[in-house]
């Protein structure tokens, strides 16, 4: 018999009743009621979490900035939580939170406490300290419950360190706007200071001119000082010679006056001496005349050099207080001079009037005696003019000598005010040099200021806010899938549905000859009686995988990139699973079935179904590689989710290696199946 009839008559055997066909059909649907159950529990647990309980309650009492805004972020993130429906969640008290963990009215509870919203201010005072979120959970509920409420926790911290980041960089940039506001201003008043200090330097320009002009004029007032002492010295001595000669006249006429009283006997000699008198009197009127012209030039030089001192002493920097000062010493001066040239005038007039009555003396001496008491009163005329220009000289000669001690001090002043000139205009020479340099270094101030102010940032308030956004949540994660499995039960179905097809391929056994006792019994080579009774269960694992694929796909609606070659990868699975318990059982019997259910956990712990396979310990590692559902899993994946194919040929060579190989023992089972022993007639074990 060939290994298909062997098959037939295997499967007519199965079906040969009612009761047996129910048992074929039973064992055709295990698979897809594992597999099928399962992935329908575990289809989108994720989109069920809103009916997950959780509490949220928030004991923040709120802080209050330095800019007096009120910051109450417990009470947001609170309500934030609740709008955001990712959990059934309650905003109750702490108290009640607590309790509801602890007899299981909430899978977890968020806990935000009283100081939440100070922490997070606390950086505004540079004493930064970090908020604490309480996460309160009891694994006697879920386990899985204390996982999803980390996972909520650090959103909740990414959301709240979002925010408090993003407030932050909004009050840095707007810190930048006020900066570059201030400098701007900056820059304006160093323009203006510019400005300032550029007229101050023509003015400087102009004041070192001035001082240079003024100190130039404090010289020449100097030198004419000196000329004008130089001069009243020289008046001064004329006016001691007139003082001396007109002492000298009033004692002459004096004497003359007390020798008339014997004019009469003298006519003779009194007329010689009036004559001798008359020349004397004529010469002193001269010197009367020239002393007179000379206090009129005085009068009228002083007058002069009035205006030109006081328009020198001024422009050497007197105050109207000082120059009043000097106008009021000359006026005194002038009033002098006007004295002494008034009594100068006089005693000229006098002179002349002496040398007249001299003249006439000479003249009517010989008729003295008969007009001896006009003479006499002539004389005594003669002797009080004498003396009142005795008297007068006296008086020239005390104001010249003031005013020679007057032009001394005015020569010592004017030398002193041209030292000080000299030093205005070193001084004024040098504030030139110091604001021509304090020019260049406003100058400099304002470019660089203006530097500066260009480069501070001066955002926009769109600009601002976009910045502080992006500042807050510096990373937008744009997730893309080379293959994507779309729900969390289509991730486990390569997992699940291996499985399946494992359990469903351990249960045929259950009814299922490994080896038909008909072929066994007869000279039927060993690899078709393999043969034969491995096509008898590949069968019924095909339906199994045609059902279970129906399933999946179409019920639970798990999409499949590659249906067919997907379908067609799960039958060689199939196959390969039937094959390796089948050579179990052959060859082993009832210990090969048990060995087949160890084998399967060894599996389901080390293919890799759930977590990758690199999280497994060092042994289970090692299994990884070598287990045929490794590459089943691996196989459905890429088909499932439309991966990179190449790999599955791969798969497919592991799973042919596998199917051979358990052929190749299923074969030698076969042919020592052909000796029956002790041990086969009445096994010791029989499953």
């Not at 099928?36 to 289809?43: I, R, S, T």
Request: hydrophobic content about 45%; charged content about 15%.
């Amino acid at each position: 018999m060939n290994p298909v009839r062997l098959a037939v008559a295997e499967l007519r055997r199965l079906t040969s009743s009612r009761l047996a066909r129910l048992g074929v059909v039973a064992l055709t649907v295990i698979p897809t009621l594992y597999g099928g159950l399962y992935l329908c529990a575990n289809h989108d647990p994720y989109a069920a979490l809103p009916q997950v309980p959780a509490a949220v309650a928030s004991d923040d009492t709120g802080a209050t900035l330095p800019t007096g805004e009120t910051l109450e972020v417990g009470d947001e993130v609170a309500d934030h939580l609740v709008e955001s429906r990712s959990f059934d969640w309650h905003r109750v008290s702490r108290t009640e939170a607590l309790q509801g963990v602890h007899d299981g009215r909430y899978s977890f509870a968020v806990l935000l406490p009283s100081t939440f919203s100070a922490d997070l201010a606390a950086t505004a005072d540079f004493t930064p300290r970090p908020a604490t979120v309480l996460l309160e959970t009891n694994d006697a509920n879920n386990y899985m419950t204390t996982i999803m409420g980390n996972t909520v926790i650090k959103q909740v911290s990414a959301s709240v360190a979002s925010q408090v980041s993003q407030t932050a960089a909004d009050r840095l940039l707007l810190g930048f706007n006020h900066i570059h506001d201030d400098l701007g201003k900056a820059v304006d008043g160093a323009g203006r200071l510019g400005d300032g200090i550029g007229t101050a330097e023509d003015g400087a320009a102009r004041a070192s001119s001035g001082a240079r002009s003024l100190a130039s004029g404090l010289h020449d007032l100097a030198s004419g000082a000196a000329r004008l002492h130089d001069g009243a010295t020289a008046v001064l001595s004329g006016a001691e010679r007139l003082q001396s000669g007109a002492t000298t006249l009033a004692s002459g006429l004096g004497t003359l006056e007390q020798r008339t009283a014997a004019l009469p006997a003298q006519t003779d000699r009194l007329a010689d001496g009036a004559a001798r008198v008359a020349a004397g009197n004529e010469e002193i009127a001269g010197i009367g005349r020239k002393v007179a012209g000379v206090t009129s030039d005085l009068k009228v030089g002083l007058g002069d050099q009035r205006q030109a001192l006081l328009a020198q002493l001024r422009a050497a920097g007197l105050d109207d207080a000082q120059l009043a000062l000097v106008d009021q010493r000359l006026d005194r001066v002038d009033s002098l001079v006007d004295t002494a040239d008034g009594r100068a005038k006089e005693a000229s007039a006098d002179l002349d009037r002496l040398a007249a009555g001299a003249a006439q003396v000479a003249t009517g001496a010989r008729s003295l005696a008969e007009a001896t008491p006009v003479l006499t009163d002539g004389i005594g005329k003669a002797a009080s003019g004498a003396r009142r220009l005795r008297d007068g000289s006296a008086a020239l000669e005390s104001g010249l000598g003031r005013l020679v001690a007057g032009s001394a001090r005015l020569q010592a002043g004017a030398t002193k005010a041209a030292s000080g000139g000299d030093a205005l205009a070193t001084g004024v020479a040098g504030l030139e040099d110091g604001v021509h340099r304090l020019a260049s270094g406003a100058a400099r101030l304002h470019s660089e200021l203006a530097k500066g102010r260009d480069a501070v940032p001066n955002p926009s308030d769109a600009q601002r806010k976009a910045t502080a956004e992006t500042i807050g949540d510096p990373v937008d994660v744009t997730s893309t899938s080379m293959a994507a499995a779309g729900t969390y039960g289509a991730g486990l179905a390569p997992l699940f549905l291996s499985l399946a097809l494992w359990i469903g391929a351990y249960t045929l056994f259950v009814l299922v000859r490994p080896l038909s006792t008909r072929a066994l019994a007869t000279s039927q080579r060993s690899l078709r009686t393999a043969l034969g009774g491995w096509l008898a269960p590949v069968t019924v694992g095909i339906a199994q995988t045609v059902a279970l694929y129906l399933v999946v796909s179409l019920a639970l609606d798990i999409r499949v990139a590659h249906p067919l070659l997907a379908l067609l990868f799960l039958g060689a699975v199939s196959m390969t699973f039937v094959a390796i318990l089948h050579a179990l059982a052959a060859r082993l019997g009832a210990v090969g079935k048990f060995l087949g259910l160890v084998f399967m956990v060894v599996q389901l712990v080390s293919a890799g179904g759930t977590f990758p396979w690199q999280t497994l310990p060092g042994p289970l590692q090692a299994i990884h590689h070598v287990v045929p559902m490794t590459y089943a899993i691996d196989g459905l994946r890429r088909l499932m989710y439309g991966a990179d194919l190449a790999p599955v040929a791969g798969d497919l060579g592991v799973l042919t290696a596998y199917l051979v190989g358990a052929l190749t023992v299923s074969t030698v089972a076969a042919r020592r199946s052909r000796v029956w022993t002790p041990a086969r007639i009445r096994p010791q074990l029989s499953l």
